[in-house]
């Protein structure tokens, strides 16, 4: 029988168990601190997902950092504080690999060889290349080229999911396409086609003003900065000018966020109160930077545990660019190998 032949006859692979897929994500070391945005909408699934499966990789995105930070120095403290942040979240080392991108150069041998197959269109359809665009910003190279190092970041360890907030969908869509050509050009299985993982309910976090809380929009509300600073956010959420008395919108950003820290039960009870009328914005607000700062203290501990010992920190990160390295290794292997690229054979 042909190899076409045998493929079409043949059973779809049966799906990985839960438990054995491999979940990755990474975050850029920009210097902001992490916002609710960043945690609800993804930060706490890797908390959960380094549970609920055997490999989680967390990394800190240097490389992809030198698209806007320009200074060594800052970088170096911009990562040391996303390490910071990820193992105040919840995130541990006995249980997740933690690293920083650049302990394993590899990927950047990746990006080459995804490079060569990845179409210029689908890159030119990136949206943080075109938005750059729209602004009229000078877009360097690197930028242009953000997903295909992003595609190898996930590719390099054979991930399979990618727990992300809604505005990375598009990347990861780009890492399966840019998986799937390669394994057909080169007719070989050496990539992992990954999903994202979003979940629906916090998707996308409002901020301050209604719109999507983002660094690039001034409209965040920091978990780990002083209360003064939480609070101000806080206070300064928009509301519409509906009088104490009369029912309120509870689709308001103020509801929204004051729902992360519910129950549904009482998620219930503060919506039939709003409706109802009689319910002062202020006290919501009072009440939501209480819940804010009580689910966040135990994290903020944590994290200034941790800020005592850089050493450690460092320690926690080499370990894991060891342990990543040794899921990435058969993976590059197996697309020199298929690419035709090191030692000639027979
Ligand atoms: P920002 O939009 O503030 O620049 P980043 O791009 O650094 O945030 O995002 C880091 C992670 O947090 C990504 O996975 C992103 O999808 C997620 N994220 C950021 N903002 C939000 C939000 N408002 N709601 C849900 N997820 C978000
Ligand atoms: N681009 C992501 C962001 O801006 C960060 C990132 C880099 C990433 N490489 C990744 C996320 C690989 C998931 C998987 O938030």
């Known amino acids: 029988m042909s190899k076409k032949k045998q493929d079409e006859t043949a059973e779809a ?4 168990p839960k438990r054995q897929q491999i979940v990755l994500s990474g975050t850029k070391p920009t210097g902001e601190n992490l916002h609710l945005g960043n945690y609800f909408g993804a930060l706490r699934q890797f908390v959960s997902l ?13 490389y992809h950092s030198m698209t806007s930070v320009r200074n060594g120095a800052e970088r ?10 990820y193992l105040g979240a919840g995130l541990d080392p006995e249980r997740a690999i933690l690293f920083r991108q650049s302990d394993l150069p590899e990927v950047t041998e990746l990006t080459w060889i995804l490079t060569s197959i990845t179409p210029m269109g689908m890159l030119e359809r990136a949206h943080a290349y075109k938005a750059a665009q729209d602004k009229g910003e000078d877009v360097d190279h690197g930028l242009f080229t953000y997903p295909v190092l992003m595609a190898a970041d996930i590719l390099l360890y054979g991930s399979h999911l990618v727990p992300v907030g809604r505005d990375q969908k ?3 869509e780009m890492a399966r396409d840019m998986a799937q050509r390669f394994n057909r050009l080169y007719d ?3 990539l992992v086609l990954p999903d994202p993982y979003i979940l629906e309910d916090t998707a996308t976090v409002p901020g301050t003003d209604g719109q999507k809380m983002s660094k690039s929009y001034g409209n965040t509300i920091s978990m780990f900065a002083a209360k003064g600073k939480v609070k101000k956010a806080v206070m300064g959420i928009v509301t519409d000018s509906t009088p104490v008395d009369a029912p309120k919108d509870t689709s308001q950003a103020l509801f929204q966020l004051w729902s992360l820290f519910a129950t549904q039960a009482e998620r219930d009870e503060m919506f039939a109160r709003a409706r109802a009328g009689g319910l002062g914005y202020g006290d919501v607000k009072k009440d939501l930077l209480a819940r804010l700062m009580d689910y966040f203290e135990p994290m903020r501990e944590r994290r200034a545990h941790f800020e005592q010992k850089p050493d450690e920190v460092e320690a926690i990160l080499r370990d894991g660019a060891e342990r990543a390295r040794a899921l990435a290794t058969p993976v590059l292997e197996a697309c020199r190998e298929a690419a035709g690229l090191g030692p000639l054979r027979g």
């Open 13 to 16: 692979p049966t799906p990985l």
């Open 76 to 85: 170096r403290r911009n990562s040391l504080a996303v390490a910071l942040d």
């Open 188 to 190: 070989c299985e050496a």
């Open 170 to 172: 598009q990347h990861i």
């Open 50 to 62: 380094q549970d609920e499966h055997d490999t989680a990789l967390y990394f800190v995105a240097d």
